[in-house]
């Protein structure tokens, strides 16, 4: 690559009316607004009739010392109640961590409906603010059923299921 810098322009932003840990802590996420800005209004034709989309996202409030980390004790699991010590040391890249070295957020919601540049979504897990770098259908042609985990993370999921039931998926 000849240069290192890769510069993104944001295409909208996310609007949410609850505080940011009210979003860290909802395990199922929450709504809000996606809003697209008037230069990228075009792009939203045909969006109408999609149940799912991908939001991709800017973290914009990751720390440049956040940006160093490499291994983490995913907090999600934390959250759900899990010990930490129950909890194994992993590389950030097997991990949802915002804390990366490129703070770029994959979030999959349910779009409810759109007015105008405003997609109103459910399951945002992104803080009201956050920039948005691109929007993409969520497929059939995305999904795959012969999904393979290693030890530890079935063994958390296991550990989630029985403390909490098989209703969450974490």
């Known amino acids: ?3 290192r810098d890769i510069r993104l322009t944001p295409i909208g932003i996310v609007r949410v009316s609850k505080k940011d840990d009210e979003v860290k802590s909802a395990t199922e996420g929450v709504s809000g607004v996606i809003e697209v800005f008037e230069d990228y209004a075009d792009g939203l034709r045909g969006i109408e009739g999609f149940s799912h989309l991908i939001v991709m996202a800017y973290l914009d409030r990751v720390s440049d010392e956040d940006r160093k980390v ?7 699991y934390i959250r759900l109640g899990l010990d930490l010590d129950a909890v194994p040391t992993v590389g950030v890249f097997c991990t ?4 990366r070295p490129n703070p770029i957020a994959l979030s999959i919601v349910r779009l409810l409906k759109v007015e105008g540049r405003e997609l109103h979504v459910s399951g945002l ?8 770098l691109d929007i ?5 042609s995305r999904v795959f059923k012969d999904l393979r985990y290693p030890s530890w993370y079935s063994e958390l999921l ?9 209703a969450i998926e974490p």
């Open 1 to 3: 690559m000849k240069d």
């Open 70 to 76: 490499l291994v983490v004790k995913p907090r999600r």
């Open 96 to 99: 949802d961590s915002p804390h």
């Open 125 to 132: 897990d992104l803080f009201d603010g956050t920039p948005v």
């Open 136 to 140: 993409k259908p969520y497929t059939e």
């Open 158 to 166: 296991m550990a989630i299921k029985e403390k909490l039931g098989s």
